[in-house]
Every structure is written in structure tokens, then in C-alpha cells.
């Protein structure tokens, strides 16, 4: 995922008007593939073994990138690193306290010492 571009994602099931934007793997393809060469006459029940959620998560609980469907927008090519929730809040508290600093200065109130 970390290295995936935004252009690493399909659009699959349009023909069904059910559009899914999904990360480009073996299975995405193959899909696109049934619902090209069925044309009008595809159906959900061509692919479903394909697109259930059962696979899909087994796929992930196996770290089996191309082992399911994963859905997955554009975005995905922002992506560069995977933060813990620690490193995450970390950077929420640092960059409200910069902000803080920087923006809202002069509403900042010093306590005085009472010595």
C-alpha cells in the first residue's frame, strides 16, 4: 500500500451501475476481465466468488495483497507511511501546540509567579 500510486486503482462493476473503486490486483483484473468479455450479459453472479467479503478478508488476515478485493480510492498514492495511533496523536498535539504558538500568540496567557 505504501508504495501504490493513485493510478493503482480500478473501477469494477459499472456495468451492474454498482461502481467499486478497488486496489489494482490479480483479482481486480480478472474481474474487469469477466465484465469485458460478458458485456451486457454480465451478472453480480459471475464474480461474486470473486468479490465476497469472506475472500477478502482472509486475503488480509493472510497479508495476501492480490488474494481478494480491497477497496481503495485515489488517495492511496498519498500514503507513505503507516503511524502507530501513539505517533499519530504525537503529531496532533505537537502541530495544536504549534499552531497555538505561532497563530494565537498574543491570546496565549502566561501564569504569573505568585512569589
Known sequence: MI???????????????????VFQNKVAEEVQQMESSKGQDFQFSNVAHLVNGKRGRQAGQDGDADGGIWMAGQVIGLIHSIPTCQEVINGMVKEAEETIQIRLASMVVVPRSRL
Open 3 to 21: 508504495e501504490a500510486q493513485e493510478t493503482d486503482t480500478v473501477l469494477m462493476l459499472r456495468r451492474l451501475k454498482n461502481t467499486s473503486r
